[in-house]
């Protein structure tokens, strides 16, 4: 368990309406991801960290912004929410192995835009 | 830019069954791969991983052989249990410095007792 939180778990919002999902972790780990999982696309990197105040995007970054201004919490935020970006979200930390890094998973934010 | 293809399934199979997962990958030089394992209603977990060529990854019966030459990275297990029943995921690292990881699409594996 790498202490991975995410909030909400659920959350059904209406088109145009701007959405924060938080991920929050207590182990001080640099590196943090979101995702989205949907079906037939399997996981899509979203946007990353990789320390405060540095982030970049992933391949699926399009409509999506990230903050994160303490090690502890990532923030995504949907400015505009669209049915397109219904999906569940997930959040993970990367988490040194020696010859490898091994991420860990948040539960998952299922979010459904109407 | 980096790709990995795996079986789309859905796989289903009988208890006591041997399962294999075919995954391929396309990146250059030497990455990390992985499986992942999501059980209903949960994130994802690591199940095994390997880091070089030749290396066999293995967990809970399972077991993965890294390919160099056929670029591949198949998931087997000899005997299913219906508790194997699951989304498995293969992954390669990207090889930077930001540890990304590259996802397949996902396998459903439905195991019936």
């Known amino acids: 368990d790498a202490g991975i939180t995410q909030s909400p778990r659920h959350k059904v919002t209406e088109t145009g309406t701007p959405v924060t999902l938080r991920c929050h972790q207590t182990?001080?780990?640099?590196?943090m991801y979101w995702y989205r999982q949907d079906p037939g696309h399997g996981l899509r990197l979203i946007h990353y960290?990789?320390?405060?105040?540095?982030?970049d995007k992933g391949e699926v970054s399009d409509g999506y912004s990230v903050s994160r201004s303490k090690t502890e919490d990532f923030l995504l935020t949907l400015e505009s929410a669209t049915s397109s970006q219904t999906s569940v979200y997930f959040c993970?930390?990367?988490?040194?192995?020696?010859?490898?890094?091994?991420?860990?998973f948040g539960p998952g934010t299922r979010l459904t835009v109407l | 830019g980096d790709s990995v293809t795996q079986m789309e399934g859905p796989v289903t199979l009988s208890e006591e069954a041997f399962l294999t997962i075919n995954c391929t990958y396309t990146?250059?030089?030497?990455?990390?791969l992985f499986w992942y394992v999501q059980y209903p209603g949960e994130g994802l977990q690591l199940l095994l991983k390997?880091?070089?060529?030749?290396d066999k990854g293995s967990n809970k019966g399972f077991e993965a052989t890294y390919r160099k030459e056929t670029t591949s990275f198949h998931l087997e297990k000899g005997s299913v249990q219906v508790s194997d029943s699951a989304v498995y995921f293969c992954?390669?690292?990207?090889?930077?410095?930001?540890?990304?990881?590259?996802f397949g699409k996902g396998t459903l594996l439905t195991v019936n007792p």
């Open positions: 993970a930390i990367s988490e040194s192995r020696g010859m490898y890094n091994e991420q860990f």
């Open positions: 990146a250059t030089g030497y990455p990390s």
């Open positions: 992954a390669q690292d990207s090889g930077g410095s930001n540890y990304k990881l590259t």
């Open positions: 960290s990789y320390g405060v105040k540095d982030t």
């Open positions: 182990e001080n780990h640099r590196y």
């Open positions: 390997a880091t070089k060529a030749d």
